[in-house]
């Protein structure tokens, strides 16, 4: 069964400054990728996802990833991070069989300070 | 836009009681989830549906039910509630395949 890491579950950036944040996946198959971000006293939404075609994959806010299949990862990136940006990012990896399959790494949490 | 509620945002229950978590979509949607999160666990899938009165375990089903008697409707019932169910429940739905799922935002259980 597919797996989900995130590296670091803590990231503590300045405002305008460039962060990345790590995924690693485990699967047998080919996968599909997702990217969910959950603010504060919220529910999760959607950043981006990976189903198929380019790597570089463009999502909300300025968020980009980048599907590397030799090294089984999806980091995502931000070349200048706001206050705004302050939230729980979690990685989440499907063998697309069907919907119960989705499975999520622990989470990332991202704090953007002035 | 895609709207899923859930009944309540906070619950506090004691030991043992029966509980109920309600969770309504408006978008016509197949399937829908019940995940809990921990810190440090991220989300687990606890029962999912993909049909009126259809349900498929999850990861972590013990301790827990779920009814599904309408399309837009969730369910999911603590049967007697114990204090390692105290946690952040989130419900999603979605179409099939490997469509989006969107969330509710939530509902904090603390058992007492």
């Known amino acids: 069964a597919q797996s989900v890491t995130q590296l670091d579950s803590q990231v503590p950036v300045f405002e305008e400054a460039p962060v990345e944040l790590r995924c690693n996946y485990s699967s047998s198959v080919s996968v599909y990728l997702f990217w969910y971000v959950q603010y504060p006293n919220q529910g999760l939404q959607l950043l981006l996802k990976y189903l198929s075609g380019s790597t570089l994959v463009k999502g909300i806010n300025g968020f980009e990833a980048e599907f590397n299949k030799s090294q089984t990862s999806f980091h995502l990136r931000k070349p200048s991070v706001h206050i705004s940006d302050t939230a729980e990012y979690f990685c989440a990896v499907s063998e697309g069989y069907n919907n119960n399959d989705m499975r999520f790494g622990a989470g990332t949490r991202l704090t953007v300070k002035p | 836009d895609v709207k899923v509620t859930q009944s309540s945002r906070y619950l506090v229950k004691r030991t043992g009681e029966k509980v109920f978590l309600e969770c309504v979509q408006d978008m016509d949607h197949e399937n829908m989830f019940w995940y809990r999160q921990d810190p440090g666990l991220g989300l687990r899938l606890i029962y999912f549906?993909?049909?009126?009165?259809?349900?498929e375990k999850g990861d972590i089903p013990e301790g827990y039910s779920v009814s599904r008697e309408k399309k837009e409707r969730f369910s999911l019932i603590l049967e007697s509630a114990s204090t390692n169910q105290t946690s952040m429940y989130l419900c999603?739905?979605?179409?099939?395949?490997?469509?989006?799922?969107?969330f509710g935002p939530g509902t904090r259980l603390t058992v007492l």
């Open positions: 999603a739905s979605c179409w099939g395949g490997t469509d989006t799922q969107y």
């Open positions: 549906s993909y049909d009126v009165k259809m349900k």
